[in-house]
């Protein structure tokens, strides 16, 4: 059995893991907000110089299409082409009218471990019976839905939550320490995940080859304007000579 300096040690060595991930975490969360900023703000900026100039591009290109077709340059797309969707058995499973048993077993679960009212012994604070209500609520939408995967979630949640011990004891707040590890560790992740989530997208790798570009003394975006632009005065010179003939 632990002794009572035992306890301490463990306490106090879990207490500065929890402060070296909170500011880990902190760290992360920052980097993350930067970086989706930065991505906002060339999103924004491609919308509102190269969005326009594709705009007037593309009803452009249709046009010369068009014009390509009447003189006998391009063959027509097949309008007329049927596409047999009747015969696909496309079958929607309606929504359960009565939860299973494991949906039942699996809401009580949730409702004993998170319910404020199920600890009338303990004094709870308003955060934590706010999170509690919180979590009971999102339960009863989750129940009223047949969905059982995310009262899996809530529960799971809820077991690494270092609101869900509620006792005053030593051996409480080491088990809050303890979970609140778990609980940052667990947003690292997350936040991990976020990252490689951005970093692939369109608008990132877009980013990566203007700073590339960048970093060899020419600027992408500006090129990308001037390419859109060659390229409407290329269509509209196109457009012209073929209405001519």
């Known amino acids: 059995m632990p002794t009572s300096s035992s306890l301490s040690v ?44 594709y705009a007037e591009l593309i009803p452009l290109d249709a046009s010369v299409a068009q014009e390509e077709i009447r003189l006998g340059l391009r063959l027509a797309d097949d309008e007329d082409t049927e596409f047999e969707l009747g015969s ?37 604070d308003e955060r934590t019976r706010y999170r509690r209500h919180s979590l009971m609520a999102e339960a009863n939408r989750a129940y009223a839905d047949r969905d059982a995967d995310r009262l899996r ?31 940052l560790g667990a947003r690292l992740v997350e936040i991990e995940s976020e990252f490689a989530d951005l970093q692939r997208s369109a608008i990132a790798r877009l980013r990566a080859r203007i700073d590339d570009a960048r970093a060899q003394g020419w600027d992408l975006f500006a090129e990308m304007m001037r390419q859109v632009r060659r390229e409407i005065a290329t269509a509209h010179a196109k457009l012209a000579r073929m209405r001519e003939r």
């Open 88 to 124: 696909a058995n496309f079958e929607v499973q309606p929504c359960a009218s009565t939860p299973s048993d494991d949906l039942k077993r699996m809401f009580r679960d949730v409702a004993k471990a998170v319910h404020p009212d199920r600890t009338p012994d303990l004094h709870l």
């Open 10 to 53: 463990t306490s106090d060595t879990t207490r500065e893991q929890v402060a070296t991930l909170q500011l880990e975490v902190a760290a992360r969360e920052h980097e993350l907000n930067e970086l989706k900023a930065a991505l906002l703000a060339l999103q924004t900026r491609y919308l509102s110089n190269i969005g326009p100039l």
């Open 153 to 183: 979630l809530i529960l799971r949640a809820w077991e690494l939550d270092p609101d869900a011990v509620a006792a005053d004891d030593p051996d409480a707040e080491r088990a809050r320490l303890q979970r609140r590890a778990a609980h």
